[in-house]
């Protein structure tokens, strides 16, 4: 049986912690992951998120991770899309590789925009 795409991100949600932009702002020393391609990070960020599109995140996590963080296999990482699938199913691929503190924030980039106005 074929699901659609939105079914999956659902079943995925199921797996994966989520967390809510205010929740976000009271975590220490996590690591903010734009996973939105570059032509949408050009129309707009969250300061200090660094940018790792979707496609090539498995291959650039650990580099990112060594380059920024004293303890990369323990470093708390947040994740964000424009409106959090592509979050979700990012966060579910760096569980799936052994990243443990990993989370998608709920809403993606949208949500920031609508909390901070």
């Known amino acids: 049986m074929v699901i659609t795409s939105q079914d999956y991100v659902l079943r995925v949600k199921q797996n994966i912690t989520e967390i809510t932009w205010a929740e976000f702002t009271t975590k220490d020393k996590i690591l903010l992951i734009d996973v939105r391609e570059p032509q949408e990070w050009a129309d707009g960020y969250v300061d200090g998120a660094h940018c790792v599109p979707r496609g090539v ?8 991770l060594e380059q920024h963080v004293d303890t990369p296999e323990t470093q708390s990482i947040a994740l964000y899309c424009r409106s959090g699938a592509r979050s979700a199913l990012a966060t579910q691929s760096l569980m ?11 809403g993606g980039y949208q949500a920031y925009l609508k909390a901070s106005q």
Request: hydrophobic letters at 45%.
């Open 57 to 64: 995140l498995e291959m650039k996590i650990a580099a990112l």
């Open 96 to 106: 799936d590789m052994g990243y443990q503190n990993v989370c998608s924030i709920t």
